[in-house]
């Protein structure tokens, strides 16, 4: 039996009984697609095979896709890639490290940093380790003025940050926030269309557009597929820049995500006529600090960037440095994070931030 005009052909085919409920035939998962795709038409017969399911009725047919990932960026969740010895290796992301530094790396790094380990150290001998967030959640501040809810939401995180058992987090404002931003959105909108050109373009066959892992990972791609070269030569990843983002929160949150992972669900194909299903994005970011980020003409690039507010640039710039100072000796430095454990506490750690979003659609042939 061949389907969407010979291009997918089914090769294993469960009998189509001679039931008379043929719904129960129909997986768990999709049956409420069904109901919703049929409602009271009654289904006459229901074709069962490894990645999609027919379901008919006398004037209905609609073909159930299994969810398939069709794009994911080079950087996995918390890793990335070094080339070592002529092989791409995976290896945590470098602002996912914590305590790793000697003084002397660090101080290689930023001069500035010479008595900035031992100040740091001090200060929580004296007054415990809630103390050492102050100038980077006075920071966080600035950056989230415009928002009180997100400014809740980072100060979280660098609770969280401080705190030192968090792996991964999430939080729905965040999520909330990143899906109706303009940045999200414009990203949102080009996958969808490059989507709809191409499942017009091989007749709904999501198949053709499954991003596959490599054998062999170059050093810029993981996976092969139509739709992931597509992506990668056209469509930037969401970046949280501009004005709007420096003072709503999202910069300092999140500012550019590590990666994005796109993945078809509910996809099915109406009569041949209408492509129906849901995008889901998963964005992931690191919640840290990496080597580049200290070096000073960054530090001042960050504060300078998007022709910031002036007035209020000039005013709280030694915050702004405290912070990102602080920050990174926190979640850097050997030695700070041995006093700290010595004081049977964790100490600070980076974390990974997730944020799904699901948008619907629906394609006319």
Avoid at 188 to 201: A, D, G, P
Avoid at 342 to 357: A, Q, R, T, Y
Wanted: charged share 30%.
């Amino acid at each position: 039996m061949v389907y969407f005009g010979g291009e997918v052909e089914i090769k294993k085919i469960e009998p189509i009984l001679k039931s008379t409920d043929k719904f129960n035939l129909i997986p768990n998962n999709i049956k409420p697609l069904v109901k919703e795709d049929f409602k009271s038409r009654k289904i006459t017969s229901v074709i069962i095979d490894e990645k999609f399911i027919i379901v008919k009725s006398d004037s209905h047919t609609v073909i159930y896709y299994k969810d398939t990932l069709i794009y994911e960026s080079f950087k996995p969740r918390g890793k990335d890639f070094q080339k070592i010895n002529n092989r791409i290796e995976e290896v945590i992301a470098d602002d996912l490290k914590y305590g790793d530094l000697s003084n002397k790396e660090i101080f290689n790094i930023n001069k500035f940093y010479t008595n900035w380990i031992d100040e740091l150290i001090f200060t929580y001998t004296k007054y415990g380790k809630d103390i050492l967030g102050l100038n980077f959640k006075a920071m966080a501040n600035i950056f989230s003025i415009s928002s009180k809810e997100m400014r809740d939401t980072v100060q979280d995180m660098i609770d969280k940050f401080l705190l030192g058992n968090c792996k991964s987090y999430s939080n729905n404002f965040l999520t909330n926030n990143v899906k109706l931003n303009d940045k999200f959105k414009n990203y949102h909108k080009e996958i969808e269309r490059l989507l709809n050109s191409k499942l017009i373009e091989h007749k709904g066959n999501l198949f053709r557009l499954e991003a596959k892992k490599k054998n062999t990972i170059t050093i810029s791609s993981r996976y092969d597929g139509e739709f992931q070269k597509l992506v990668e030569d056209t469509i930037n990843k969401p970046a949280f820049t501009g004005f709007k983002n420096m003072t709503n929160g999202l910069k300092i949150a999140i500012n550019g995500v590590w990666g994005c992972r796109v993945k078809v669900k509910n996809y099915r194909i109406i009569n041949n006529n209408f492509y129906k299903g849901i995008i889901e994005h998963n964005l992931y970011d690191n919640f840290g600090l990496n080597k580049d980020d200290m070096n000073l003409s960054n530090i001042n690039k960050k504060i300078y960037m998007n022709n910031f507010v002036e007035g209020l640039i000039q005013k709280n710039i030694p915050i702004v440095r405290l912070a990102f100072d602080d920050w990174f000796v926190l979640q850097r430095s050997k030695k700070l994070h041995e006093k700290i454990r010595n004081s049977n506490e964790l100490p600070p750690k980076p974390f990974i931030v997730d944020m799904n979003i699901e948008e619907k659609f629906c394609f006319r042939n």
